[in-house]
């Protein structure tokens, strides 16, 4: 995975742990910043589906 681009919100620190994206081909890739090793992958279809229903505001009740 160390030849992946991670990105992070702008909004981060370096003092905070941060969910951390990167693609590669048909994949997206997430992780903590604070635990690098643990990585889950999902289609792009999929993390798609999940952004525009975060935009849409279908998971606002975990955050409320």
């Known amino acids: 995975m160390d030849h992946l ?3 992070r ?3 981060s620190s370096d003092k905070d742990d941060w969910i951390e994206i990167a693609s590669a081909g048909d ?5 903590q910043s604070n ?3 643990l990585v889950v992958t999902t289609t792009r279809i999929k993390f798609n589906a999940w952004v525009r ?3 849409a ?3 606002d009740h975990f955050v409320a």
């Open 5 to 7: 681009d991670w990105q």
């Open 27 to 31: 994949h997206v890739y997430i992780r």
């Open 53 to 55: 229903g975060a935009k």
């Open 35 to 37: 635990d690098p090793t």
């Open 9 to 11: 919100s702008s909004t």
């Open 57 to 59: 505001g279908e998971f």
